[in-house]
């Protein structure tokens, strides 16, 4: 592989299934670019233990997002990971509310994907992985606003793989199930229960299975695999 295909850049990648697919990524021999907005001590730690690097950007910010991406030189690899989750009734969710969601988890993923790109365009290779959610697929109840922007960027997904596929790009959407992460830490134990038992699987998922299924797509092993919604959930979206 080229330098350019070596290269990844990981959004959110501090914690959870961040952290993991950046680990994930760094055991296949990338450097990794660790994205992050606030949480810089475990970032640095993480990007030190993968000979990678640690670099502060809100995702919302148009502008900070070209700097990180320019300065990492761009990348074979982006893993656009970096999001927000909420738990309110529609009836409860305020403009700003439903503002929030959206500009981290869609606007995000555009600006990212935006600076991104013309590096792979130019390379004529690239490797896009965005993580949704079953959510995204399914719809949750108390959660309109997460599902309605996970779901966005399942189109996001599908309709750039159309787009970039002529340029050697393959663009790929993981919906993990319930994972035990931070982002789930909120939910009450009873809560947790019933989500397992409705798992096939009988448990709940490890940002591990969601950073495996990430590592496979950015490989070669992968590049006849394009605009796809992979569930990672343990059969909970059977």
Known sequence: MTEFRKRAIVTGGSRGIGRACCLALGREGFYVT????????????????????????????????????????????????AGISQIKLFTETE???WREIFSVNVDGAYNVCRHAVPYMVREHWGRIIIISSMWGVRGASCEVAYSASKAALIGMTKALAKELGPSG??????????????????????TLEELR??????????????????A??????AEFITGQVISADGGFSV
């Not at 606030?38 to 700097?67: F, P, T, W």
């Not at 038992?197 to 990430?214: F, I, N």
């Open 169 to 190: 790009i393959t663009v790929n959407c993981i919906a993990p199930g319930v994972i035990d992460t931070d982002m789930n830490s909120e939910l009450d134990d009873k």
């Open 34 to 81: 660790v994205n992050y907005n606030k949480s810089r001590e475990a970032a640095e730690l993480l990007a030190e233990e993968i000979s990678g690097r640690a670099v502060k950007a809100d995702v919302r910010d148009y502008d900070k997002v070209c700097e990180l991406v320019k300065g990492a030189g761009g990348a074979g690899v982006l893993v656009v990971n």
């Open 197 to 214: 038992y409705d798992t096939p699987v009988m448990r709940l998922g490890k940002p591990e299975d969601v950073a495996e299924l990430c």
């Open 216 to 221: 496979f797509l950015a490989s070669d092993r």
């Open 95 to 97: 403009p700003e509310d």
